[in-house]
């Protein structure tokens, strides 16, 4: 999987198409990701002695391929590529050429 933790993304597909954000976690096992602000989900807490009952959103996974690589810079989404530089293995923008990280 080549989307990471704090990567910037695009959605390409399903109800918020078009969003971009901040990938908060990646599940390379599961191939999805959790991006700040897209796919909202309800989820009711319940009363506990210490807690009142209340209603809390929060973001759900999304597929990795439903998310692009988005450049801030350039402000256009991008695949990503890998190149080794001195013995390093390096993410490229394939867009730009530009390397990310």
Known sequence: MKIKKDDTV??????????????????????KVIVEG?????KHQKQTQK??????????PIDASNVMFYDTK?????RIGYKIEDGKKVRVAKATGAEID
């Open 10 to 31: 695009i959605v390409l597909a399903g109800k918020d198409k078009g969003k971009t954000g901040k990938v908060l976690k990646a599940m390379p096992k599961e191939n």
């Open 38 to 42: 897209v796919n909202i989900q309800t």
């Open 51 to 60: 807690a009142a009952a209340e209603i809390k959103h929060q973001e759900g």
């Open 74 to 78: 350039t402000k256009k989404p991008s």
